[in-house]
């Protein structure tokens, strides 16, 4: 199974929203990362075929079969999608389980079976499903009663309905509890072993530890792509952690990018998490970095370097 994305670019009037993107995805996660403007929800409308590319194509090999251009595949390419936007539209007066009924005719699943045993496998599917994202226990509930964190996981339910071999999602774990994202992360890594699924998300965390390769997007341009062991080697010895005053935090945050603060028990003091190029202070410690400081120290310009 082979996802290609060839020399992709997409502009809306003067502003470039995408340039060159070009990558080949087999089976994985993996994590699209940037800030607002990076051109992340563009590639995905793009990928599935709900907005036209200016340049470039992409295509599709499943089973070691030739490769095909999903513009050209048409329905075909569709029925091996499950996409979950950042802002899906459902009809509040659908109630959840009708909901994904509905979602299972349009994706035309199971159109081998007939009658009671169609309806006997599209019911199981959908109460798996539903148990997953633990929804089950509300699948009589109208939508528009829903949470906006149940709504969210209703939104991941009718993506991953079906069994897509390609799965795309765009801020999965978005206003969920820290109890509800963990649940939703290891559903994501459990179910992609045999998917190519890509995740546009702003908390880092919640891909550093699942996902095969972060690409990294600025301005609609690929700035790094690796796996998060690989990008996070990169600045090793530009992380550092100190305790200082609760006085001089704000002169640190002037000078420095701060990534956290916490307050120390029993202490005026104050532990910082500080991205710098040097020890920013005699007795600054250097410490492992992550994922989301690699993300930081892309995106911050005023990174590790006092004024």
């Known amino acids: 199974m082979l996802l290609t994305i060839d020399h992709v670019s997409k502009s809306y009037g ?21 800030p607002n403007g990076s051109g992340k929800s563009t590639l995905m409308n793009i990928i599935t075929d709900n907005l036209a590319a200016d340049t470039g194509k992409i295509t599709y090999s499943k089973d070691g079969g030739p490769a095909e251009d999903v513009r050209e595949m048409g329905v075909r390419f569709r ?7 950042q802002y ?8 959840v389980e009708r909901f994904l009924w509905y979602m299972a ?11 009671k045993e169609r309806k006997a496998f599209l019911a199981n599917q959908i109460r798996e499903v539903l148990e997953a994202v633990e929804l089950w226990d509300v699948a009589d509930r109208r ?30 774990t978005a206003g969920l509890d820290p109890k509800q994202r963990i649940a939703i992360r290891n559903y994501i890594s459990k179910i992609a072993f045999n998917k ?12 550093e530890y699942i996902a095969k390769e972060a690409i990294i997007l600025k301005k ?4 790094d792509q690796a796996s998060p062991a690989e990008l996070t080697k990169k600045i090793n010895g530009k992380v550092w952690s100190i305790s200082v005053p609760e006085e001089q935090v704000g002169e640190l945050q002037r000078r420095y990018r701060v990534t956290s603060i ?39 310009e005023q990174t590790a370097e006092p004024t």
Do not use: C, W
């Open 14 to 34: 003067t502003n470039r929203a995408l340039t060159d993107f070009t990558a080949s995805l087999e089976p994985g996660i993996y994590a699209l990362l940037g």
């Open 220 to 223: 609609g341009v690929i700035v």
């Open 196 to 207: 190519i699924v890509i995740i546009a998300t702003h908390l880092v965390p919640d891909v």
């Open 143 to 172: 939508i528009g009663a829903l949470s906006g964190g149940m709504r969210q996981r209703l939104a991941l339910a009718q993506a991953v309905l079906g069994d897509p071999s390609i799965l795309i999602l765009d801020e999965p």
């Open 79 to 85: 029925r091996e999608l499950g996409f979950m936007p």
């Open 262 to 300: 916490a307050k120390n028990e029993n202490s005026d003091t104050v532990s910082l998490r500080v991205l710098a190029e040097t020890a920013p202070t005699t007795d600054a410690i250097s410490v492992a970095p992550g994922l989301e400081d690699y993300y930081l120290y892309v995106f911050d």
């Open 105 to 115: 005719a349009l994706k035309d699943m199971a159109p081998d079976l007939k009658g």
């Open 88 to 95: 899906p539209g459902m009809y509040a007066s659908f109630t």
